[in-house]
């Protein structure tokens, strides 16, 4: 029997990932050796109870009371604490869902990673801080990485085995979020529920937020370069309102093969579980002639400067992308906490790469975790100030 462990259960991808687990026969089909979660502890206990996990771990030290009672009766071991995830981390398993949110899911993921098995990796913050640590981890012991992030499992799937000689660039396409089509001169006044929603996809509200201001997507054109070690100017996004097209490998002699589907996470996520093969999915059927048509624009970077901010972080390579990601989530929590507009996101963001790029060693590659976790803290601090 196959072991699993799911980091991140309680969220949206997560909990994508159990139900497709309990749909596939639960604890008569895995064995369900870690689930994590956060501050949702019904949500763990319940989880942890239904698939019979070894182990339910929640972030926070000060709820191991709270899920020891959630879990009392049952066989399931409670513990708390970021070292208590990283030593669930460490169990060995065939395959593991990364689906923390933000930086917080990179110690658990490259401790997940020196076990060798297969990474389903959500948290594209974990490539953008340190793609170099991610892909060094995952050699010395062998394990795979797999993409779930929809639009790399599309490119992932996509390429098959093509050279990546023969491709000319990749087309990542973009729902444009709450804000696509409002007036420019509305956006300072967008307030955190406004943003807080999505046409397309159902999310966890951070994502959903980065959605919004095309966060999310600058996140994952830098994700693009690193996990399949593209050059920068061979990734595009393109603004595609339906959400049908997820992405487009596009090859130099002018063919393109896209990738299709209903925006549900359940298919990327489902891809990466069943990984060589393919099995049946929750998931509906493309009804193409229902929808009709596809509509497709290019990105307004005055909208969404954070697609410019990704091409120059790219550039910039070294430790921007730890600075870039630390400073968009210290951004986003002044956002949610009021502190700032929408609109201030992404000149904070902005502020505090050109800040700290002067710094000794921003140009240097990531030599290890504490390095990235230095530049992460400064960030956060920049960036915090910026807003007081
Ligand atoms: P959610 O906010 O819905 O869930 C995040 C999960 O992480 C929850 O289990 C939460 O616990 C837990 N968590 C939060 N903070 C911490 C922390 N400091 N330490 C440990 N665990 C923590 O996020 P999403 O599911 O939306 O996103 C997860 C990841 O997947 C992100 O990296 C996102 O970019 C990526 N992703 C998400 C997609 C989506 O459709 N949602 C699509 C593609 C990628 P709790 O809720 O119990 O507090």
Same mark, same amino acid.
């Given at each position: 029997m196959r072991r699993i462990s799911i980091f991140g259960a309680t969220g949206s991808v997560g909990s994508n990932g159990v139900d497709l687990i309990r749909r596939a026969g639960g604890p008569d089909a895995y064995h369900t050796v870690a689930l994590t979660g956060g501050r949702n502890i019904p949500r763990l206990a319940r989880m942890a109870r239904d698939l019979r996990a070894e182990i339910a771990v929640t972030a926070h030290d000060e709820l191991l009371d709270d899920l020891r009672a959630a879990l009392a009766g049952s066989d399931v071991r409670a513990a708390a604490g970021t070292q208590a995830l990283v030593e669930a981390a460490g169990r060995p398993v065939d395959w593991v869902l /990364?689906?923390?949110?933000? /930086?917080?899911?990179l110690v658990p993921g490259l401790t997940a990673l020196a076990q060798g098995g297969v990474l389903a990796l959500a948290n594209k913050e974990s490539l953008v801080c340190a793609g170099p640590l991610i892909h060094a981890a995952a050699s010395r012991s062998g394990a795979r990485i797999l993409p779930v992030d929809s639009e790399h499992s599309a490119i992932f799937q996509a390429l098959g085995s093509e050279n990546l000689d023969s491709v000319q660039d990749v087309t990542i396409t973009a /729902?444009?979020?709450?804000?696509?089509?409002?007036?420019?001169?509305r956006l300072a006044a967008a307030t955190v529920a406004e943003a807080s929603t999505h046409p397309n996809w159902a999310m966890g509200q951070r994502i959903t937020i980065d959605s919004a201001s095309m966060f999310n997507k600058a996140m994952e054109v830098i994700e693009a370069k690193e996990f399949f070690?593209?050059?920068?100017?061979q990734i595009k996004v393109l603004v595609h309102p339906e959400s049908i097209i997820h992405a487009m490998v596009n090859h130099v002699d002018g063919g393109s093969i896209a990738h299709l589907g209903a925006p549900d996470m359940r298919h990327a996520i489902g891809y990466a579980l069943n990984w060589p093969t393919r099995a049946p999915l929750p998931v509906s059927p493309l009804d193409l002639a229902r929808i009709g048509s596809l509509s497709f624009r290019a990105p307004d970077e005055i909208r969404w400067p954070a697609l410019r901010l990704a091409r120059e972080v790219m550039a910039a390579g070294g430790m921007a992308g730890a600075v870039f990601n630390a400073a968009k989530e210290q951004a986003l929590d002044d956002f949610i906490a009021g502190r700032i507009r929408f609109t201030q996101m992404s000149p904070q963001v902005e502020s505090t790469l050109a800040c700290l790029a002067g710094q000794s060693g921003f140009a240097a590659e990531p030599a290890d975790l504490e390095t990235v976790l230095h530049w992460d803290r400064a960030a956060r601090q920049e960036t915090a100030a910026w807003a007081n």
């Open positions: /990364s689906a923390i949110v933000g /930086s917080a899911g /729902s444009g979020g709450a804000f696509r089509d409002w007036p420019l001169e070690g593209l050059r920068p100017d």
